[in-house]
């Protein structure tokens, strides 16, 4: 069975920085995908960024040149770097990862609050 744990929200100013863990327990790791994903209060989850097993990344237009996703094979954890943060990136950020042929987001962590406030 999957877990994941995220790590890393918390308060910050407009322009700021804040990297985002995810720390997975389990098996094969280095085989699934993994993603990010934020729900702001009243509208949809949205996927911002994902990291596939062969290195391949995709990521949200929103946050195209500031969020940047990375994988730590042998510490099983994947990371996002947010720069340049937002009042509208505030949001609930949580990771996902999806096993090998899957093509679905199956194991989720509980979110981390992330806040954006002068």
């Known amino acids: 069975q999957v877990q994941l744990v995220e790590s890393g929200g918390g308060l910050v100013q407009p322009g700021g920085s804040l990297r985002l863990s995810c720390a997975f327990s389990?098996?094969?790791?280095?085989?699934?995908?993994m993603g990010w994903h934020r729900q702001a209060p009243g509208k949809q989850r949205e996927l911002v960024a994902a990291l596939v097993s062969d290195g391949g990344t995709n990521y949200a237009d929103s946050v195209k040149g500031r969020y940047t996703i990375s994988r730590d094979n042998a510490k099983n954890t994947v990371y996002l770097q947010m720069n340049s943060l937002k009042p509208e990136d505030m949001a609930i950020y949580y990771c996902s990862a999806a096993p090998p042929h899957s093509g679905s987001w199956i194991y989720w962590g509980q979110g981390t609050q992330v806040t954006v406030t002068a």
């Open positions: 389990g098996t094969r790791f280095s085989a699934y995908a």
